[in-house]
């Protein structure tokens, strides 16, 4: 049966008229923007754009914090029928100027920070650079841009001499489920990154999925607070796209997200539900959690099985009050999730669940709701989507995990060969991760493929497994091993603070590290052994998504 998928411009136009006075978009401790505000913001920049000379299917560039102003500008490009380009406020300024350049942007939105790094000379095909914050030109290479930027309001007077009403709601929706909706370029780890084509099919696919899993519980009015760049899929898809259309608020942390900036928004706003990478969640537990329950008292009462159960629940209630005490779950994705931190928040039942998914698929490929997720799994193939695991013995031999369905990229923009090599002859994309599937099609996921190091004797090893495993020993923050000739070597960055507290001298935490190995080393096979424990000083370098830069360190 061919599935029917409505014009996702349209459904932008309902929720818009539908919830019209209600609350739609808030800077934290700034601004918030009902509906028919951010109806009005995207009748001015369609009548910037239109002066301006921009047609449908140009690129429009987003770069910048998250924000309402962000939001308002990425909804005016889509319903306007141009293609948006967002891009990751934390890349370098040159990854910006090649971004803009190799995707033909026309404009580009900038925040404060990134306007103030960029270099327009680089990017000499751009016609305009517009501020986030009120949508003023920073730079104008042409007369029409700059008429329409000077005459907006009388512009938009002429257009609604009375003012502007729900019935004035009205965006381009012709559009084929695959044609080009936006352009979201791969945090690029190594060289330069790729530009994942995105079609409206897929956005309205995730769009589809969400209100299926989430439909009954979030309602309209509920907060959600954006933590995730709105620039990653993860971000746009469940942490804006679902919530806007859904009718729901969505709070912004406009400054950068601290544990205690995020800590403190999760009391004020109450989210009904939270979407997070690993760290996030990993560092407010081994913070706002464990130091609580880690004493002898609490270790004491946990091992009483009558009492055990309550003191869980306590436990549990505590965990849920540091996230504002009103989620329905925690989806955490992104990353892998350390061992240590799920195995606890299964023991006391809170609820929470991992999913998994790729920029190319915008993003969802796996997830199950926390009351069936099998813990240490990714949950299982999402709506509208198959998986398969490319192996002969797909339950016991991991393989590379394959999806395919509505969500599936386009392919890369302006490179075939890349898209040859990613999505194969029968439409599977073929997403570099390996993983295995369990009878009730759970996915478990081993590691990246291009991460796995080959042991003596040709054994695969799976580097992220010995990290997680190490990251819960005494006074690792972080870490990453590294293959050196035939042996491993794991790079640690300590808990400097922690060690400091502990009056420890840089004997004491050299012996600590050493202990931890032999600890460690307990727990792995021979061929996975690690032969020594490097301190690292400065924390690794992370890409956007926070997974550390690994070919910086090889």
Known sequence: ?????????????????????????????????????????????????????????????????????????????????AVAVPILHEFMADQIHNIVNHSDARLLFVGDHVASIIDPQQMPELEGIINNGD???????????????????????????????????????????????????????????????????????????????LGETINKGDNVISILPMAHMYGMAFEFIFEFLHGCHVYYLNRIPSPAIIAQAFADVKPKIIIAVPLVIEKIIRKKVFPKIQNNRMRLLLQMPIISQ???????????????????????????????????LKRIQF????????????????????????????????????????????????????????????????????????????????????GTMDGDGNVYINGRSKNMLLGANGQNIYPEEIEDKLNSLALVTESIVVQRDTKLVALVHPDFDEAKHLNFTTKDLNDVMEQNR?????????????????????????????????????
Not at 158 to 183: N, T
Not at 191 to 201: C, T
Not at 310 to 336: D, L
Request: hydrophobic share 35%; aromatic share 12%.
């Open 135 to 213: 949508y003023s030109l920073m730079v104008s290479r042409t007369d029409k841009l700059t008429y329409a930027r000077e005459h907006l309001n009388e512009l938009y007077g002429k257009k609604y001499p009375k003012y502007f009403r729900k019935e004035h709601v009205s965006y381009y929706h012709e559009q084929s489920p695959d044609e080009l909706a936006l352009i979201n370029y791969t945090s690029g780890t190594t060289g330069f990154s790729k530009g994942v084509m995105i079609p409206y099919r897929a956005l309205w696919s995730n769009f589809d999925f969400a209100c299926d899993v």
């Open 351 to 434: 609820p929470y669940t991992v999913g998994y998914g790729a920029t190319e698929c915008a993003p969802i490929i796996c997830y199950a709701d926390w009351h069936d997720f099998a813990p240490g799994s990714c949950g299982r193939a999402a709506l509208h989507m198959q998986v398969k695991i490319d192996s002969p013995d797909p339950e016991n031999i991991p393989g590379e995990i394959l999806a395919r369905g509505l969500n599936v990229m386009l392919g890369y923009y302006k490179n075939e060969e890349a898209t040859r090599q990613t999505i194969d002859k029968s439409g599977w994309y073929h997403t570099g991760d390996l």
């Open 310 to 344: 309550k003191v869980r629940q306590m436990i549990c209630q505590e965990v849920v009050k540091a996230f504002g005490g009103n989620m329905y779950e925690v989806i955490i994705g992104g990353a892998a999730f350390n061992q240590e931190v799920e195995q606890f």
């Open 1 to 81: 049966m061919e599935q029917t998928i409505p014009s996702f411009n349209e459904l932008i136009e309902k929720s818009i008229i539908q919830n019209w006075d209600a609350d739609a978009l808030t800077d934290y401790k700034g601004q918030t923007l009902q509906f028919h505000d951010v109806a009005r913001k995207i009748e001015k920049l369609h009548i910037l754009f239109e002066n301006s000379g921009i047609q449908r299917g140009d690129k429009i560039a987003l770069c910048g914090r998250n924000s309402s102003q962000w939001a308002a500008a990425f909804l005016a490009t889509l319903t306007y029928g």
């Open 518 to 554: 032999n600890t460690l080393n307990q727990m792995l096979p021979a061929y996975e052994k690690v032969s020594e424990i490097e301190i690292h000083k400065e924390e690794f370098e992370k890409t956007p998504k926070k997974s550390i830069k690994r070919y910086l360190y090889q």
